[in-house]
């Protein structure tokens, strides 16, 4: 159980493009969910978390205007790197815990490897 | 603020025991977990413990837990090369929620 599939697993965008990434709780819901951002041989570096229903909370220094996050499910977000340039380049990871578990662990996504060109 | 440290490299040899050290500040922990993450992919829950409990063992991984001195360990059994990957430590108070990661401990483990 506690399954979260992220999509893309990859991509490759010119620059000045959109890029979507989606973040989705297979097996249960999830009220809430993280958004992460992880650089070569670094520890990740959370977002922004991403209310189902209303807006995300994002983390200081990160862009809202940049990362768009749609929550529109309980077991959907979206995570919308708009107008993309090299140096958001990174891999990005999504994670969830259960609503009904308010106490449970977060269960990641494999992630999303973004190359913008 | 709190804090995950965690050294950043270790080496050990097939069938070995490999040991992952952790220390953390937040006093009002509860929740203790190993994360691991393979190359080009996301992270996977190892274990978990309650910060109420000493020891977790599971299978080959035994998680050690000393509140007094917020010291966690990892200790794998007879590890693989399968076990190669990196190890994040993290702490939370309530759960899932402001769960905050180390920095990951890189493991290489020599045939």
């Known amino acids: 159980g506690a399954v979260v599939s992220q999509h893309p697993s990859w991509v490759i965008c010119k620059s000045g493009t959109s890029v979507k990434i989606e973040c989705r709780s297979l097996?249960?819901?999830?009220?809430?969910m993280f958004w992460y951002r992880q650089f070569p041989k670094q520890s990740l570096m959370l977002m922004a978390t991403s209310n189902e229903g209303s807006k995300a909370t994002y983390e200081q220094g990160v862009e809202k205007d940049k990362f768009l996050i749609n929550h529109a499910s309980l077991t959907l977000s979206t995570l919308t790197v708009t107008s993309a340039h090299p140096e958001d380049s990174s891999f990005y990871i999504c994670?969830?815990?259960?609503?009904?578990?308010?106490?449970?662990?977060?269960?990641f996504g494999n992630g999303t490897r973004l190359t913008v060109t | 603020g709190e804090d995950v440290e965690q050294s950043l490299f270790l080496s050990v040899r097939e069938g070995d025991s490999s040991v992952i050290n952790c220390t953390y500040t937040?006093?009002?922990?509860?929740?203790l977990y190993w994360y691991k993450q393979e190359p080009g992919a996301g992270l996977q829950l190892l274990t978990y413990?309650?910060?109420?409990?000493d020891m977790k063992q599971d299978q080959r991984l035994t998680v050690l837990l000393n509140k007094k001195d917020k010291h966690l360990s990892l200790r794998i059994a007879d590890t693989q090369t399968g076990d190669s990957a990196i190890y994040f430590c993290?702490?939370?108070?309530?759960?899932?929620?402001?769960?905050?990661f180390g920095a990951g401990t890189r493991l290489f483990v020599k045939a």
């Open positions: 993290a702490e939370s108070t309530t759960g899932g929620f402001k769960t905050i």
């Open positions: 097996d249960f819901q999830a009220t809430t």
């Open positions: 994670s969830a815990n259960s609503v009904s578990s308010y106490n449970s662990p977060l269960h």
């Open positions: 937040d006093s009002s922990s509860t929740y």
């Open positions: 413990i309650f910060s109420n409990m």
